[in-house]
C-alpha cells in the first residue's frame, strides 16, 4: 500500500502508517508551528473519550491510547517547528477473530475491494489500516490541533444529535459558544439533553442485546473564527473541512448549516440577514452555517455528519466464499461498538480541528477583514491579524521562557565546575565573544537591541553562579 497516498494537508502535512493490529500506528505531521506548549493531560483527558474500552457502549478491546512524542517536541512538551512523529502502540489485539476475512469478505466492510485492488496479503486484521484503530492518530494530532486553536480563541465542540430515531437538542447556530463546550468537552456521550441521552443508550443496548448496531449524527461547532479564510471553487472551508472528515470510518455524509433542511424554505426564509451596531457586524441566522462563498463569514461554523451503523455485528449475514466463488452465511466474532457515534464525536472534533488550523495557516490571515470586530457566537473577538500577531508573540514568550530555564540550569552546572576547580564567575574574554556572536546573528538591524538584552541575560547567569559559589563556600565554613 503507498503510504504516501495516506496524508492531508496543505500548510500542515499529516501522514498516517499501521493498521488496527500491528504492533503500533505512527503519525508523522510537518509544518506545525514551533513554541506551541502542549497540555499533556489535557490530550489524555480528549483522547480518553475515543479510545477503546472505556464504557458499556464501547467495544471491550482496551487500549490506553497514550500518544508518544519521538519528534517534534522538546522535553517541557513544547513544539520545535521539526516534523512530528507520534507513535500509539497496541497491546490488546486479539487477531484470530479475522481468520477468515480473506476468504469470506465482511459485509459494509473495506475487504472486499480492499482485497482486489492490494491483493490476498493485505493486512485486514481488525480492519487493517481501513480500522477505526486509525482515529486515534487522528486525535491525538487533532487535540494538539485544538489546544493551539484554543490560544487564538478558536474553540471546536459536538454532541451526539441522535442515534436511531432519537434526537438530542439542537446547537444555536447563531448563539452556540463556550457554554455548550464546557458542558460537552469532558463527557463520554456527549449530550445536551440528558433524557435523550439515556434514551439513546437504552436504544444501544437494545442493538447490542440482539446481535446488531445502530449509527446516528453528531453534530459540531467551530467559534472564533474570522472572517475571510478559505477560498471560493476547490479551496473552500466546506472543501477542506470535508476532506478531513471523510477520513474518519462509518462517516457517511456531511451537511452546513440547514443543509438539507434549507431546500424546504424559500430564499427569503433561508437568507441571513446582516446586522450591525456601528462596530460589529453579524448575521440575524445563521442557516449557512458560517460559510459563505467557500469563506468563514464570522458566525460558527456548524455542521453535521451521518455515522453508519457498526458494520460489524454477531447476527448472521449473507456473504460469499472468495475461494469456492459461492455465497455463504457469515456471523462476525470479535470486540466491536454496539454504536461507534460516542466515541466519534472526538475523532470528529479532531479531524475538524486539523483541517481548520490549515486553513488558519494559509496566509497567517492577510487576507481576513482587518478591522471590523465580528460576533462569534455572540463573542465580540478582535481583529483577525492583531489576534494572529499576539499569538506569535505568546509562543515565542514560552519559548523565550523554556530557553532561559534551561539555560540557567546549564549555568548552575557551570558554577559547580567553578567551586570544584576554584574558578572565577567572570570570564571576559568568552563573554565578549558571545556578544560580538549575538551581535552577527541578529543582523544589524536587529544587532544593538539583542546585545542589550542577551547581556542582561549574562547579567543574571552571572549573579546566580555568584551565589551558587557565595552559599557553597557558607556551607563549607
Aim: aromatic content about 6%.
Amino acid at each position: 500500500m503507498d503510504k504516501n497516498i495516506n496524508s492531508f494537508g496543505k500548510n500542515i502535512r499529516l501522514t498516517t502508517e499501521g493498521g488496527s493490529h500491528d504492533e503500533f500506528i505512527t503519525a508523522k505531521i510537518s509544518g506545525f508551528p514551533a513554541g506551541v506548549r502542549i497540555d499533556r493531560e489535557k490530550l489524555l483527558k480528549f483522547m480518553a473519550r475515543r479510545a477503546p474500552g472505556n464504557s458499556a457502549f464501547a467495544t471491550a478491546r482496551k487500549e490506553s491510547d497514550e500518544p508518544i512524542f519521538l519528534s517534534g517536541v522538546d522535553g517541557n512538551f513544547v513544539t520545535n517547528g521539526d516534523e512530528m512523529t507520534i507513535r500509539i502502540y497496541s497491546k490488546n489485539a486479539k487477531s484470530s477473530a479475522y481468520k477468515d476475512v480473506h476468504d469470506i469478505p465482511r459485509p459494509s466492510h473495506a475487504d472486499y475491494p480492499a482485497i482486489v485492488k492490494y491483493g490476498r496479503d493485505v493486512d485486514l486484521r481488525g480492519g487493517g489500516h481501513f480500522s477505526g484503530r486509525l482515529t486515534a492518530l487522528l486525535c491525538a494530532f487533532g487535540g494538539v490541533c485544538m489546544q493551539y486553536l484554543e490560544e487564538k480563541g478558536i474553540s471546536v465542540f459536538s454532541h451526539i444529535y441522535s442515534v436511531y430515531d432519537i434526537k438530542d437538542k439542537e446547537f444555536s447556530l447563531t448563539e452556540v459558544g463556550e457554554n455548550e463546550k464546557n458542558m460537552l468537552s469532558s463527557s463520554l456521550f456527549p449530550v445536551l439533553d440528558n433524557e435523550a441521552g439515556d434514551r439513546m443508550q437504552e436504544k444501544i443496548a437494545e442493538a447490542k442485546s440482539r446481535g446488531d448496531s445502530v449509527g446516528g449524527v453528531i453534530e459540531c461547532a467551530v467559534t472564533g473564527l474570522p472572517v475571510g479564510l478559505g477560498e471560493h471553487m476547490f479551496a473552500s472551508v466546506e472543501a477542506r473541512i470535508t476532506e478531513m472528515l471523510f477520513s474518519v470510518p462509518a462517516l457517511k455524509g456531511v451537511e452546513f448549516g440547514r443543509g438539507f433542511d434549507s431546500c424546504k424554505l424559500y430564499g427569503s426564509e433561508n437568507n441571513d440577514p446582516y446586522v450591525t451596531d456601528g462596530k460589529r457586524i453579524w448575521t440575524r441566522t445563521n442557516n449557512c452555517g458560517g460559510i459563505l462563498g467557500g469563506m468563514t463569514n464570522g458566525m460558527p461554523i456548524v455542521f453535521r455528519v451521518a455515522m453508519k451503523p457498526t458494520p460489524s455485528i454477531a447476527s448472521e449475514q449473507d456473504s460469499i466464499s472468495l475461494s469456492k466463488m459461492e455465497n455463504t452465511k457469515l456471523s462476525i466474532v470479535g470486540r466491536h461498538d454496539p454504536c461507534i457515534v460516542p466515541r466519534a464525536a472526538a475523532a470528529v472534533e479532531a479531524a475538524s480541528a486539523i483541517a481548520v488550523l490549515d486553513l488558519v495557516l494559509d496566509s497567517k490571515n492577510e487576507n481576513s477583514a482587518p478591522a471590523n470586530e465580528n460576533k462569534q457566537g455572540g463573542d465580540r473577538v478582535e481583529s483577525s491579524r492583531l489576534s494572529e500577531l499576539r499569538g506569535v508573540i505568546d509562543r515565542c514568550d514560552r519559548t523565550i521562557v523554556a530557553t532561559l530555564a534551561e539555560r540557567m540550569a546549564a549555568a548552575s552546572g557551570v558554577a559547580e565546575y567553578k567551586i570544584q576547580n576554584n574558578l572565577p564567575v567572570l570570564d571576559a574574554s568568552r563573554e565578549a565573544q558571545l556578544l560580538e556572536k549575538i551581535r552577527m546573528l541578529a543582523g544589524e538591524e536587529y544587532a544593538e537591541y539583542f546585545a542589550e538584552i542577551y547581556a542582561a541575560v549574562l547579567k543574571t547567569s552571572k549573579e546566580y553562579q555568584q551565589k551558587m559559589i557565595d552559599n557553597s563556600r557558607s556551607e563549607e565554613k
